[in-house]
Structure formats: structure tokens, C-alpha cells
């Protein structure tokens, strides 16, 4: 399998200045391409600390993917020390120039000393054309390593990799398909889910690896192929995905990668319940949910009526002492012609607030969304 490496360069995004996006969205193409991404560095703009990190990524990655520092001012550096690296020179070269006095004929901009230097390439680097933007891209092949210096505007920089560092690849490399599938979960920890799992992921072929992601009171696990059969590996992930999902049923809200308050939405949309809304502690984490998955407010009531002939849903969370301390009490209940369903759960406070206020709207939308899948007619 070959390996990459993310190395991004600039001040501003090795101080905090600005979010760096680009090696995110970087990471998760070129993974999808087969590629194991093994490396991301950020260095800001010293000839030092570029060179190196050149020496790191080059000697630890067959593909290096830089972006940043392509720009025509003075700490514009990495196109200066790519033909050092390299032992090239710089020159103008003629498809670069054209492209750039067009575009900035069609901004209704004179081409400047300054700008004209955007036009400059390594001798021995490929022309990767900009369509968006006046500093073109690079492709350089040397010595069993593939580098590709990109702009490090985000659009520019993806417009670049989609049309023209992609099909190099894809023309360079033999490689394997990767494919993921996820499993979404709730209201369980992680390292339950792992006790519970642990003998079907021990069975698990060198090819497929598991990945636990944790967060905000849910597990999200993602099963992950490789192979050069895509037949094959999406047969073996639907297989082994098939033998996982009977052991955890109780906890899967969905076996895709979504979340779970649009889940819950999709089924709402059968029947539209009116939402009767009781809830103090959570402090509008439940409303936000509701209102983020798309439910009008109009949908959604904070009065209590006991008396309602329209198909509703209540969702009320309250606390109350019992012989075992202070606990928290989810009721739901769904009303559906003349049936009426209830469920109720209790749960201990979570020591921090933000936590307990996160696993009660969770806890709560969940049971909803249970409840409905039960009651409303396929």
C-alpha cells in the first residue's frame, strides 16, 4: 500500500489564525483512494522549518502532498524550495504565463512584476492547471516519490486535486479499493461495546480493521476494507457487518453515517406528531436538537395539555428524589388514533452538567424514535 503524507505550510495555520481544513478534507480523499495516510505536518513560513519537513515526509512517504505557499510574496516559499530539494531552477513557463494573463484580462487586471512570478516552475516539475486561480499546482516524480505542491486556498486547492492530481494517480499507482461502512450507536460506552464485540472482531480478516470514534454519548464505528476485488471486499464488509449488527441491535440507530436527530426526523415525517415539549434540564439541548433536524417550531409545544385528540408525542424530562437518591426521569409518550403508548426511563445525574444535559436529549430521542418505529404503521 503506498503511504502519503499532509504537509501544510503558512504562519497563519501553524498560529491558530485560521482553521486548517485543507489537510482534513486532504486526509479523507486520499484515503478513500486506497492510500494510507500515515503523516500531517504544519510548519509556518521559514526556509528551516520547510526543509525540514521535506526531509521528514520524503523520507517516511512515497507521496508527499503540500499545500501552501505557492503565492508570488516574500514568504511565499515552498515553490523556491521544491526546485532546491529537487536541484531544478526556476523558469516561466509558457502554458502557466497564458493562463495567468487571461485570467487576469478577464478580472480586468494589469499583470504585474510581482503577479508575473506566479508563472515560475521547476524545470522538472508537471504543470497541474489552476482553472480557479492564478498560482498553478505542481506534480513532481523522482526517484520512487511522488510530490504535489497545491495553492492553499481550500477551493482552488480542491479544484486542483479532483481534476488533475486524481487521474495522475489513479494512472502512477496500483491501488486498492477501500471502502467503510459505519454503524451508528447510542446511550452505550465504548468499552461495553468493545466486551461485547470483542470475539466477532478477533475473527475479523487482515484486509478489514474496526475503528471505535466516541463522542457526545454516542460510539460510531466504522468497518473499513481494502482489496483490488471491489466485489470481493464489499461482499466480505456486508458479511461481517451482517454477523456484527445482532449482537449491539439494542443500541444501533442507524448503519449509516448520520446522526441521530435526523433519524428520528425521518420517521417523524410519517405522521407529523404534535412535539409536547417538558423539559428544564437539559437546557434547550432537546429543543435545539429537534429544531437542527428540521421539526418546525410550529410542531413543537411547551404547554402541557392532558387532553389532546390530534396525534402527538410528549417528550418530558424531570427529576425527582427516590429511596436511591436524586435521580432524572424520561417519559414519552405517543398518542396514535385512540392508542396511547408510554416509556419511561430513569438515569443518575452525570457529574457534569454539559454531559447530562447532552445524554438525557440523547436518551430521550432515542426512546422517541423507538417508539415511533413501533407505532406507526410501515
Not at 529537487?86 to 494573463?101: G, V, Y
Request: aromatic share 8%; no cysteine.
Amino acid at each position: 500500500m503506498q503511504t502519503a503524507s499532509i504537509l501544510t505550510i503558512g504562519d497563519e495555520i501553524l498560529l491558530g489564525q485560521i482553521q486548517d481544513t485543507n489537510s482534513t478534507w486532504l486526509s479523507q480523499t486520499f484515503s478513500d483512494l486506497g492510500m494510507d495516510v500515515v503523516l500531517k505536518l504544519t510548519v509556518g513560513d521559514s526556509r528551516e522549518a520547510i526543509l525540514d519537513a521535506f526531509q521528514i515526509v520524503f523520507q517516511r512517504t512515497d507521496i508527499v502532498i503540500i499545500t501552501g505557499g505557492l503565492g508570488p510574496t516574500k514568504d511565499d516559499l515552498t515553490k523556491g524550495l521544491l526546485a532546491e530539494w529537487f536541484n531544478d531552477k526556476l523558469e516561466i513557463r509558457k502554458e502557466a504565463n497564458d493562463h495567468l494573463n487571461e485570467l487576469l484580462k478577464k478580472r480586468g487586471r494589469e499583470i504585474n512584476d510581482l503577479v508575473a512570478k506566479q508563472a515560475e516552475l521547476p524545470t522538472k516539475a508537471i504543470y497541474l492547471h489552476n482553472e480557479v486561480g492564478t498560482a498553478p499546482g505542481m506534480w513532481f516524480s523522482e526517484s520512487g516519490k511522488i510530490a504535489v505542491a497545491l495553492p492553499g486556498v481550500p477551493y482552488e486547492m480542491k479544484q486542483l486535486v479532483l481534476d488533475e492530481v486524481i487521474p495522475r494517480i489513479r494512472t502512477s499507482l496500483h491501488l486498492d479499493f477501500i471502502k467503510h461502512r459505519f454503524v451508528r450507536t447510542v446511550g452505550v460506552p465504548e468499552t461495553f461495546l468493545a466486551q461485547k464485540i470483542d470475539a466477532w472482531e478477533q475473527t475479523l480478516p487482515p484486509n478489514l480493521k474496526l475503528a471505535y470514534l466516541p463522542g457526545g454519548g454516542q460510539v460510531k464505528l466504522r468497518l473499513t476494507g481494502r482489496g483490488n476485488d471491489l466485489l470481493v471486499l464489499e461482499s466480505d464488509l456486508e458479511k461481517f457487518l451482517s454477523s456484527l449488527l445482532p449482537l449491539i441491535k439494542d443500541h444501533v440507530y442507524a448503519t449509516e453515517d448520520v446522526e441521530l436527530e435526523h433519524v428520528f426526523f425521518t420517521i417523524w415525517k410519517h405522521k407529523e406528531p404534535i412535539i409536547y415539549l417538558n423539559d428544564l434540564i437539559t437546557k434547550g439541548k432537546l429543543l435545539n436538537l429537534l429544531i437542527s433536524a428540521g421539526i418546525p417550531l410550529e410542531k413543537i409545544k411547551t404547554e402541557s395539555f392532558d387532553n389532546v385528540f390530534e396525534t402527538a408525542l410528549w417528550l418530558n424530562i424531570t427529576s425527582l428524589e427516590t429511596e436511591a437518591g436524586f435521580m432524572q426521569r424520561i417519559f414519552v409518550r405517543f398518542q396514535l388514533a385512540n392508542e396511547i403508548s408510554d416509556d419511561t426511563k430513569e438515569l443518575r445525574p452525570f457529574p457534569k452538567a454539559e454531559i447530562n444535559q447532552n445524554m438525557l436529549s440523547l436518551w430521550t430521542l432515542n426512546m422517541a424514535r423507538l417508539m415511533l418505529i413501533e407505532k406507526i404503521p410501515k
